[in-house]
């Protein structure tokens, strides 16, 4: 209701707004077409963000509303132009002086029309590139060799050791909140140009040279268009022992031959799963330590086919996320189908949002959906070890996600033996509708996601 204080009644506009770009009430019928035309353009106007209204029962059961809804056209937001042509020209300058200039992408750069622009920069001129975690799939196979990896949270990667090394920092599509500035521009010393469609968020440690506000393809396409023709990548014996330091985490991942071995090694999991799955599978993955391990050593070669929420705070968004990608897929087209993939620590799902299960298998959803499974809220246990030397409030009670699984009419899978891994994954990734596969996780290794930070004296 609009103004009665009646049943069901709450301040839901008050309660949304922190969390929402813009909030907006009915007061009137005749508001309604103004206002929802304004939702979906200030929703996909960027930064994108979510838009919410508020339809009181009251005004909506009056008389109708006198105006029509917009045409579809007037609900397409405004389209970027270009950055300035003189700025343009001094970044193409400052690229093709530059010893060891670096890429690093943002989540507004992983737009599929901004990904094939970046490709056919990289082509032109290949440069070293660093995604964060939300702009996974910018670099595709072919050119995975100028691929160093995904930053945040910790600088502790070998890409952080490239930043600190390049002489000029190109950030594309970045938004401070996905890798704090503070974390990787530890010595306030790096040259850092700005590309985006809204001006940065100026503070001492990230103080571009310029700014070039504009479309991000349209301006990498004019900055393309500019710079000398390379063959190869600038600083190669640099980049080349980087790059190592990136790759050899593959040589920890063993296939586990001992038949004793219960649990399994994250790394294992992820090496293993990434030659068993498609490159046009779409991975959801949960927060939690997974999210950790999945955004760091995961490979994507296809724009916004890796989906990980970096708020840290949104458990349970792996499943949701799921069934949307599954049910934006095109049955009656061959060529357009995905399967979808879920990662999960266990709280997140028994928790948070289990009871979609239920939607996903009325849907005819197709999703395979792992548990990184040990029993524990791990990624607050081992902050909470970091910070107080002990964890408190972390342990959970057993769930037989087989029975679980069945009980909503999903599959379900449990990976009884390390050595078994490999087969278990092919068998629910084969298997046609939603899966749950339960997996023993070895966490014991997970005080080194957040060790070896990289210090001050690194340049």
């Known amino acids: 209701m609009s103004a009665a204080k009646t049943h069901q009644s709450m301040h839901l506009m008050e309660v949304i707004a922190p969390i929402a770009k813009k909030t907006q009430s009915v007061d009137h019928q005749d508001q309604v077409a103004d206002i929802v035309l304004d939702a979906f353009r200030t929703a996909a106007s960027y930064p994108q963000g979510v838009s919410a209204i508020a339809l009181p029962l009251d005004i909506m059961s009056t008389f109708p509303s006198s105006f029509k809804a917009f045409p579809s056209k007037a609900f397409r937001p405004p389209v970027y132009g270009a950055a300035p042509s003189e700025l343009v020209a001094k970044l193409a300058t400052m690229v093709n002086v530059a010893k060891l200039p670096v890429l690093l992408l943002g989540m507004r750069a992983s737009d599929p029309a901004t990904v094939g622009v970046i490709h056919k920069l990289l082509e032109k001129y290949p440069i070293p590139v660093l995604e964060t975690f939300q702009a996974a799939g910018c670099v595709g196979r072919t050119l995975e060799h100028l691929f160093f990896g995904r930053l945040g949270l910790f600088r502790n990667q070998p890409g952080d050791k490239l930043l600190a090394k390049s002489d000029l920092v190109l950030t594309v599509g970045y938004d401070p909140t996905e890798y704090d500035p503070f974390s990787w521009n530890v010595n306030c010393n790096l040259k850092i140009v700005h590309l985006d469609v809204k001006g940065c968020d100026y503070t001492h440690h990230y103080q571009p040279e310029i700014e070039l506000i504009g479309g991000i393809g349209l301006t990498l396409e004019s900055l393309t268009s500019q710079l000398e023709e ?97 049910l934006v897929q095109s049955p009656n087209d061959p060529s357009k189908e995905r399967r979808s993939s879920a990662y999960q620590v266990m709280a997140a799902l028994v928790m948070f949002t289990s009871q979609e299960l239920s939607t996903a298998v009325q849907q005819e959803c197709d999703i395979t959906h792992f548990i990184w499974n040990d029993g524990t809220y791990n990624m607050v246990s081992f902050q909470e070890e970091a910070k107080y030397g002990r964890s408190s409030g972390v342990n959970l009670g057993g769930v037989e996600f087989v029975k679980f699984a069945e009980s909503f009419g999903a599959k379900g899978f449990r990976v009884e033996k390390a050595q078994d891994l490999e087969s278990v994954i092919e068998e629910a990734l084969a298997y046609k509708g939603v899966s749950i596969v339960d997996i023993p996780i070895d966490y014991s290794h997970v005080s080194e996601l957040m060790g070896n930070i990289i210090g001050k004296e690194f340049n």
């Open 230 to 326: 390379r063959k190869e990548i600038a600083s190669p014996d640099v980049c080349s022992e980087i790059a190592r330091d990136f790759r050899s985490w593959n040589d920890t991942c063993y296939t586990v031959n001992a038949p004793d071995i219960k649990v399994v090694q994250p790394l294992h999991f992820i090496s293993t799963f990434q030659r068993l799955v498609s490159d046009t599978t779409v991975v959801c993955c949960d927060v939690g330590t997974v999210y950790i391990y999945m955004s760091r050593y995961i490979f994507c070669y296809l724009p916004r086919h890796f989906l990980v929420s970096n708020g840290q705070q949104t458990l349970g968004v792996a499943l949701p996320w799921a069934i949307a990608a599954s």
